[in-house]
């Protein structure tokens, strides 16, 4: 960590700056310029309050050199952490993971065939909300407790594992018992208490990034996750709120190499909130996979222009198993099995 | 509503569309060119989800006339709502209010020499965190219902109302027996489940902008609360994220004669959040007063240097006091007190 | 063209807007609703100036439907447009295009060494800076004219035909005499002057997307050279600037079959520029051929730990090579050679 | 400037760096932790290129700690600097300065009509372009030249110094024969060629800053200007590109405070652009003086709605002169004239 100081900081204030470090075990180092005083801070600086720091007028500016988490740090943690989600294995050079599924589930044989038609096409997980988080107070707000059903009874035909949002904590309890890989959706990215609630259980958490946080953030929510004691937690990308609009979203492909340098967690890709647009999802995907993603997670619909939600994004199956087909070839080049 | 169908959608396809939208007792016309087919939508078309007209491929568009929300717009609801909390009026022609606390409460004592501070410089409210949304997990997370409990001691002694962040619906009781002004933060704007939990009560919320939502979407959030019965929403700028760094965020200010525009709730303005900065938070706070904001909700602290969180943006008292004095003549330019 | 009209426009209003826009060869058709009036205006409606008709106070909102572009549009020209570069095709079904080379041409030597080496390794296309947008006054501005000689010498050594980026209008003889492909950068996307001057040669532009410009303005900066006569632009997607500040900007793939749907144009990817950081560069160009991109243009050097600019973000001719092997596994998938 | 450098790195490397900076006349202090090496380089770092010093592998991250501007920076010239266009003059606590105007010259009537109108208002100084940059090849581009003649002749009519759009370079003789104030637009920020030109003059320059600049961009191309010689340069803020669309940008008062912090140059805003919608201009208006701004630049048409361009946003010259009565008290508060 680096302090500047402004120009004319008295030695007391400064000497003031130095022992303030010094009592929580840290190494300081001053260097003097004709318009500045720059002190370096050596340790572990993951407990030290940037904005604390600048709280005092003297200070010109922080700078941060380590990162500010740590379990979630590659560098404390060099291999890929993989994950099991129900007996599918999720990280490092496991096999490319596609998991599909509408935005909503909308009834039982909606959701039994779904299933049926995204195992077909190729894919080892199934998704579906029940609990739906959504702009409007007008529009379909999920089946609850009825839909999470639906996808249990879609299980046990298909021995496919099932992924499905959870908006608040007091659901937690039916999540665990019924849900393999519990979605925390990118608005609750920062909904601190839901994460710490998290990290209490042990079922694999699939963590969205919010629409604008940083990837320092995204690390930041998924470290109070794992502080709590869970350690299962597996990135999802889902696009970034920019000014464009001709796509919903803009999909971040660069957080793929960027999340494997920093950290050990799998990083799957969702191309259809991204880009809101069921046109682009295929070359997305495929684009994803180029990329090194550990998986996709994509919506499908038998019937996209009846969807209760987000048709304009769903896939047919049968689009979708061509998209899985081309992504086979393409999880070869990068090493991958799909 | 306005939808554009693309070149060549069959007769049988328009049809359709247009049955069933007139299924929904809307009224539809139909202009054709040589590119395009586009329908006019007429009628209360907040409950059309426009994503779902989307997912036909035959769709080129959809463009919303109407906004989306009802109870917020001010077409419904031609006068100012005035929003009562505890006695003190914010809204309309009332006074401009003026809110001030530090970011945490540190102590019993802290809270109270705080709250005599700002009562002294002008304040009419008292601000201060018991609950508190951080980004790091290892960061200060608020003394909690300790918290509470000073700030209601420091509320008996100066007999100012108290505004604090509610962060999960599991301590509304907590929050409707002893705050005054439920504050949702702006990381919590979009969790539905708060939202709608915070309808069935009848205390006033103040509502911050989310990092990166949208003036529709905000107001959206509100409608949330509204539509669940609770009309009592005061809603808050706090600063938005852009490309921009040397403020935490950038202060959008246009949003006071836009709110005002478009709904009938009253808009304050949070200078110290929005700019992250003390040294800019009296400059911000004027410009607030001459853009038409209903009030100002700014951190204060005793002695910044040694806040528990974000000391780097609380004004000292004197400081405070001087930006009241000087925002008391900018009001009655605008025509109204402070 | 859709029009609304606030709520109460009098009737000799509406008269006036209708005949406005009848005067013009437009079709109009009025829809009216209990609290709007809704136009729809038909025809070649590029020639209108949506702000114009904003600036009428009864309007409430103007929403376009067809695009405000002609040439660069695919709906009236449904092939793709393949592009000659002194006898490379880019475009439609040709083989993927690689160019490659340093950001900034540094002597004679040097670029005829990477040239050499970028041939190696299986470019088509030499890059090479003579003239240098450098954010600083204080920083190495290019060799200019000195540059663009060095650049001509590695083409007669190689054999490939080079690129180099125009910065002003006063140049251009000296660029058509010896650039195979003239570059116009982000920062010059909306220099008009220069894009009309464009417009009256024929040699192939590179048109470069800005740091925050929208699809549609960036189609429209080609419509501008198109409209004076030259029909050769090939678009280049660089990043796009948002707050995420890991990478240098943030490469939206998704314009590649954005691009593609409503432009015949070809697109091609710079991933250099985007992400600012070497080690991004083989997993986002191996994503832009999976995406559909029609070639890709990245900054290589001998010596990156050297280079007067952008060494950060250069590849070693060994690293080139093997992406470009990569590539080409990933380029049958999608049908195209490389 | 900070330099860290990765875990590992050899010390032959680490020495080689060192020399690299002694070499340059800097003295390098170096802080060894468990995981990184810091280097501290303190002197003139602003010919110090901070992506070259990256492009080396060993290289973790660098952080500039003084400015990379000179010219333009307050520490280096801790006065305000006041600039005189044509004898009014702007900066410091000289009176508030009110530009307005047509967003085109149209005529000579209307010009010299308007140019009337904007004085009776109480405005100093007229606007009017003559040379207009159009998103659009098939909008009104302006009058050119007989647009600047116009101007010319509503000067000799009201006394009124003239500004008027810049947009390339081979039009300099033509302004500064015959323009008081020249302006480089938002979209020529970063039009470097330009820039250097205009350092060569000594007419004073409106410097807009571009839709997506930073406050840092925005400095180093005033110091273009001030390195060529010519120090005449008022900054102008006119709203940045955000995701929020119900402005048609977002206007960033914040920068008045901290471009006074950083930089000894005047400050102005343009409300018309930033807001695009003349019912937002008064109260942006007042805001900014509020804020501390140095003057207004603001479009005002006799009649809006027929406006060649941006009617939308232009206030009729009784609005402008309303705000300019509300301005005054306003001004008085923050202890200046308007």
Redesign the interface.
Known sequence: M?I?CK?GAPQEEINKIIHNFESQGL?V?L??????N?F?I??DT??V?E??I????WI??V?R??A??KKVNR?FHPEDSVIDVAGIKIGGMEKIVVIGGPCSVEGREEICNIAEAVKDAGACMLRGGAYK????????QGLGTEGIEYMVEAKKNTGLPIVSEL????KIDEFVEHVDLIQVGA??M?????L?ALGKINKPILLKRG??N????WL?SA??IM??GNENIILCERG????????RN?????V???IK?KSHLPIIIDPSH???DW??VE??S???????ADGLIIEVHNN???????????LKPDKFKTMIE?GR??A???GRGM
């Open positions: 680096i500047t120009k190494e180092t260097s003097r310029g004709a318009n500045y720059v370096g050596v340790g993951t407990v309050d904005r604390k600048r709280a005092n007028k010109e500016d700078t050199i380590g500010p988490y560098l988080p959504r702009t409007s107070p007008y529009a379909f908006m608040s904590a007091d608005r609750n920062q909904n601190f208490d839901l710490k629409l604008s940083t990837v320092e953030e930041m470290e109070y502080a709590g970034i709120r920019t000014f464009e609009r001709c796509t803009t999909l971040d492909l660069s793929v190499p960027i340098r991204a880009t809101g046109e682009l070359s997305m495929l684009a994803a996979i180029a990329a090194g996209p222009e009846c969807a209760w939600s987000d048709g304009a994004q769903s081309k070839v393409i070869e080049v990068v």
